[in-house]
């Protein structure tokens, strides 16, 4: 039988620098657990708590404003070229997106395969379509190009051969091939904003 390994000081300071709370009753628990350790704990508590005091007494109620507007515009922000809306749909998603658009599930599926000429998307399709996927028309231009497919693992290990990319077709051949009526096809691609 092998005694477990007691743990080094640089582990007992990074699991105490992680703590959700590093308060006195945090610090208490760590100097009794590991009081080999306790100069360094204090010494870290301390560092901990000035950092957060300094921060504090440097920013005013503004200043948190704005970060707090920045961080929501980040975080809320399709500039980035890597968010691709469609990677985070599920099959309830994609249904649910499918039909608040009314069209088949395999339309959008094109769409995250990235088998559309969107050159031939109707502007008003693609902003309903941003809309639906909260993000914008641009995000959704940027992912078109069909050299940028990128096949779900899931989906990629069941062919015996290597996959390639699939030839782009127009909204209208999309919308035909999934067996959408003619007077749909019509809504669907007129233009008007």
């Known amino acids: 039988m092998s005694v477990p390994a007691k743990p080094t000081r640089e582990e007992v300071l990074d699991a105490f620098s992680?703590?959700?709370?590093?308060?006195?009753?945090?610090?208490?628990?760590?100097?009794?657990?590991?009081?080999?350790?306790?100069?360094?704990?204090?010494?870290?508590?301390?560092q901990l708590n000035s950092v957060t005091t300094q921060e504090e007494e440097?920013?005013?109620?503004?200043?948190?404003?704005?970060?707090?507007?920045?961080?929501?515009?980040?975080?809320?922000?399709?500039?980035?070229?890597?968010?691709?809306?469609?990677?985070?749909?599920?099959?309830?998603?994609?249904?649910s997106a499918a039909?608040?658009?009314?069209?088949?599930?395999?339309?959008?599926?094109?769409?995250r395969e990235h088998r559309v000429l969107l050159s031939t998307v109707p502007k008003r399709f693609l902003l309903r379509l941003a809309?639906?996927?909260?993000?914008?028309?641009e995000t959704i231009l940027s992912l078109g190009s069909a050299s940028s497919l990128n096949l779900e693992p899931s989906r990629a290990y069941k062919a015996d051969s290597k996959p390639k990319v699939a030839e782009q077709v127009s909204f209208v051949r999309l919308l035909t091939d999934a067996g959408v009526t003619d007077e749909d096809i019509r809504d669907l691609t007129v233009d008007g904003e």
């Not at 200043?63 to 599920?90: C, G, N």
């Not at 039909?99 to 599926?109: C, D, F, K, T």
């Open 99 to 111: 039909l608040n658009l009314g069209v088949p599930r395999q339309v959008l599926s094109a769409f």
């Open 18 to 46: 992680v703590e959700k709370k590093a308060d006195p009753e945090t610090l208490e628990h760590y100097i009794r657990t590991y009081p080999e350790f306790a100069e360094d704990l204090i010494d870290l508590s301390w």
């Open 58 to 95: 440097h920013l005013t109620s503004m200043d948190m404003a704005k970060i707090e507007t920045a961080w929501s515009i980040y975080r809320s922000s399709s500039a980035s070229p890597k968010s691709d809306p469609f990677a985070a749909l599920s099959a309830t998603d994609l249904r």
């Open 131 to 137: 809309t639906t996927l909260n993000t914008s028309v």
